[in-house]
């Protein structure tokens, strides 16, 4: 309170630990948060440090990690796709029906992630042509997709999936499972993108004022089709990453992962205003997410109540970033 | 006769300006008050302090010789002030008698609202000032001058003492300002005390019978309108010192290459048949009155609105106006009216923000090059001498003055070659005005042309070389340096002055 009322001077007044922090980007704040929640529950159980936990972890954050780096192109856009779990288990299901119906796997695979991306491209053109606010298009799209997969699946398991395909999922890479390889493949690449490329411009200036951006000469139209079929590609990567691991084809896939990723993305510091977030971020902000998932588990806390728990945590992280932005202002 | 309102010596400022120096205004009953003055001249600011929208630092405002405090518009309401602006202040999708009888539906005992009631009463008060529209209508439904005559309506309807009318007929047609006067008349008659502000000077004669003239901040004079002519009126409002800061280095003399070539632009309604050239090294004055259309046109041949017809080109070459995009292509920027809604991504660095507009210049297969990124900001930074701790720093933490420089080096960065000024210098500080026709210099001498909008008149006198006059979408007349008078502009801006000499004559 004492520091409120003071009048802005150049950070002389706060100590050496505050301006550290001040000078730290977002990220590596999150990251501190995130290996302090590491240390406090290899203290409280001896069963979260284990190479078996890790790994259990690594595996099931993946997928939900993937799609999050997607829903992270889209929210640094100014938009939101809530059509991510409905995609990710539509791709799912075709690539498995693709494969038990004999196609080779990659060429299923593709054709899977192909999929994905149209349905975005459908998100992209409702959103940009019919002037539908991202909400309702992806809502609809949401529904839309959900009810292909049971369509297409007539809502049962695909069932008898290549064996190769299905190992790919328990296959470990130096003591890793390749399907957090897929996940830093796909970290890397976006990083690259959202920082280095034009498209990575062009995105965050559409967030931050898209009049300005249309002003600056930005093709809207693209770069719009750009962000959803980006989050669809990465639905739908996650849909075979699912189902490579879960064995089989379920239409029941991905429920609710849109709002986990969204969670992920707004812990990670992205802002559903636009124009702001990172990829780093939006990772830290899917493993803080699954590790208070995993260490309750552990701990044998509720399940409910660790549901309460990260509720309360996506709130209070956007509460806290607008408590500092309202102090720099 | 008794005095409704009298205002004495209000004085308010804001920062850098003394937007009123005590000011004296009175009104009576049945009085029509006209109020007249440049683009700050203070008026607006006069009428929200007696609205209750601003506070004044000092002076009294007394009420039927009662002194009052205005806090707030809603006091303003129980006194029974009412006012007319510009902007439409109807709730656009509820129907216009809801909009009549807004927080004060009439319920019966069941809590159901008596419509009837409602568009009853509405209709039959519509229909008694002459206004042809339905009760029942949403307000979005109707034209902008419909709007308008209804929120006339209402503000009658809700029995103010003190009626303001903010520049009312900038939406109106002929007919409908007759009938607007008509219902002025009848408040008048009635004994309600009238203020009307309009740039348009025939109206103040018309319907006014006492006319103030405020010029920067003060009150020049108030007298009734039979003592007053319209050149002596048009003298008192600009009749100032000519501030020696709106000067350039160099005024152009020699016609050089024609760098942009504008012709027969028409997006109706709001424009039709605008044709102008400029020069390389040339600044082209764009004047109008606030709503004249100056905006819509620069808007239009940049591509950020699709004209009807008409063609432009840059250094000959004919531009396919459809999207900004091709504008900037082909070499054109402009710097628009309001930056932080347009001219930048106001969460976003400044190095983001000077590199915005030509992202594609430096970068291969998509990516960019960093370091070419970093210089080139870096540059700017330096040569329009940016304030700025790095160029890492969002632009919504630098100063008016300083954001307008980053979107000035946005274009400079893209090496733009015809620069759009829309109103460069609005909310921005004097030294960095100074500071901002420095630049213009500078771009002139990198052998740029540009195109400067400005409501205001000692600035546009002093930065233009040639100045066209906009009127109501129209060129009203093109005017050299040699011939550049206050006089003259505003003459031809509010149309006392039909069009003498032009290039571009078939209006």
């Known amino acids: 309170m004492v520091e409120k009322t003071k009048p802005e001077s150049k950070s002389d007044s706060t100590g050496l630990g505050k301006r550290i922090i001040a000078a730290l980007p977002k990220e590596a704040t999150l990251i501190f948060i995130f290996i302090l929640f590491c240390i406090v529950l290899s203290i409280l159980t001896p069963r979260f440090f284990t190479v078996q936990n890790l790994r259990n972890l690594v595996r099931q954050t993946a997928t939900i990690g993937v799609v999050s780096l997607g829903m992270t192109y889209v929210i640094i856009s100014g938009g939101i796709d809530l059509s991510v779990g409905s995609v990710l288990a539509f791709a799912g299901i075709s690539g498995a029906l693709l494969m038990v119906g004999g196609t080779p796997i990659v060429l299923a695979v593709i054709v899977a992630l192909a999929l994905g991306a149209l349905l975005g491209l459908v998100n992209g053109i409702a959103i940009h042509e019919g002037r539908v606010p991202p909400f309702v298009a992806t809502l609809g799209m949401m529904t839309a997709a959900r009810g292909l997969t049971m369509l297409v699946s007539g809502a049962r398991m695909v069932t008898g999936l290549p064996r190769p395909f299905v190992q790919f999922a328990q296959l470990t890479i130096v003591g890793l499972p390749a399907l957090f390889f897929v996940w830093l493949v796909l970290i890397i690449g976006s990083i690259l993108v959202t920082q280095y490329s034009r498209f990575g411009r062009n995105v965050f200036a559409i967030g931050s004022n898209r009049e300005a951006a249309r002003l600056s000469g930005i093709n809207i139209r693209f770069n719009t089709y750009g962000v959803y079929m980006v989050s669809g590609f990465m639905a739908a990567v996650g849909g075979m990453m699912m189902t490579s691991r879960l064995a089989n084809g379920v239409p029941t896939a991905g429920q609710m992962y849109e709002l986990d990723a969204i969670a992920a993305a707004v812990v990670g510091g992205a802002s559903l205003m636009g124009g702001e977030g990172t990829i780093i971020g939006t990772v830290v902000g899917a493993m803080i997410i699954a590790t208070i998932r995993n260490g309750g588990n552990l701990l044998g806390v509720n399940p409910f109540v660790l549901q309460v728990l990260i509720g309360v945590l996506v709130v209070v992280a956007v509460m806290v970033d607008q408590m500092n932005k309202g102090r720099s202002e | ?507």
Not at chain 2, 14 to 30: E, H, I, N
Not at chain 2, 262 to 276: D, H, K, W
Not at chain 2, 361 to 385: C, H, M, Q, T, W
């Open chain 2, 1 to 507: 006769m008794q005095h409704l309102v009298q205002m004495k010596s209000i004085s308010k400022s804001f920062p850098g300006v003394q937007a009123l120096d005590q000011v004296d205004f009175d009104l009576k009953p049945g009085q029509v008050h006209g109020l007249v003055g440049e683009n700050g001249a203070g008026k607006s600011t006069l009428i929200k302090i007696l609205m209750g929208a601003y506070k004044a630092d000092a002076g009294q405002i007394l009420l039927d010789g009662e002194e009052v405090e205005i806090r707030n518009p809603i006091e303003a309401k129980r006194l029974k002030l009412g006012a007319v602006y510009q902007d439409i202040t109807l709730a656009s999708e509820l129907s216009v008698g809801e909009n009549f009888f807004l927080g004060k539906l009439p319920r019966s005992l069941s809590g159901l609202v008596k419509w009837a009631k409602v568009h009853g009463e509405t209709q039959t008060f519509l229909d008694e000032l002459g206004i042809q529209v339905s009760s029942r209508s949403l307000v979005r439904r109707l034209s902008p001058a419909q709007q308008e005559m209804v929120t006339i309506a209402k503000i009658v309807y809700e029995g103010s003492r003190v009626v303001v009318f903010d520049e009312p007929t900038a939406l109106l047609a002929n007919e409908e300002t007759e009938q607007l006067f008509g219902i002025i008349r009848r408040l008048r008659d009635a004994g309600t005390g009238i203020v009307y502000i309009s740039h348009r000077l025939e109206e103040i004669f018309e319907i006014c019978d006492t006319v103030t003239v405020l010029k920067d901040g003060q009150r020049v004079v108030t007298c009734p309108v039979g003592e007053i002519d319209s050149d002596t009126l048009v003298n008192r409002m600009v009749g100032r010192n000519l501030e020696d800061m709106f000067v350039r280095q160099t005024y152009q003399t020699a016609e050089d290459q024609v760098l942009l070539e504008v012709s027969a632009l028409t997006r109706q309604p709001v424009f039709e048949n605008i044709s102008f050239k400029v020069h390389r090294g040339e600044v082209f004055g764009l004047f109008g009155l606030v709503g004249s259309g100056r905006t819509e046109i620069v808007r239009s041949l940049f591509g950020a609105e699709k004209p009807d017809t008409g063609s432009v080109s840059v250094e000959g070459t004919a531009v396919r106006i459809t999207t900004p995009a091709a504008g900037i292509r082909h070499g054109i920027g402009l710097v628009p009216e309001n930056r932080k809604e347009a001219g930048l991504a106001t969460g976003l660095a400044v190095d983001f923000n000077i590199n915005l507009a030509s992202y594609d210049n430096i970068s291969r297969l998509g990516f960019i090059n960093g370091p070419a990124e970093r210089r080139r900001a870096d540059k700017y930074v330096k040569e329009l001498r940016i304030k700025t701790p790095t160029v890492r720093q969002t632009v919504n933490k630098l100063s008016g003055g300083n954001q307008q420089k980053v979107v000035i080096s946005k274009w400079l960065c893209r090496q733009s070659k015809v620069f759009i000024f829309d109103e460069p210098t609005t909310g921005v500080d004097v030294g960095a005005k100074v500071e901002i026709y420095r630049l213009l210099d500078e771009l002139l001498q990198r052998g740029a042309a540009i195109v400067f909008i400005s409501s205001y008149l000692p600035e546009i006198m002093g930065i233009a070389d040639r100045i066209l006059v906009i009127r109501e979408g129209r060129s009203m007349g093109l005017v050299e340096r040699p011939q550049f008078s206050e006089e003259r502009l505003l003459r031809l801006a509010s149309g006392l002055e039909a069009e003498a000499q032009t290039a571009n004559s078939t209006a």
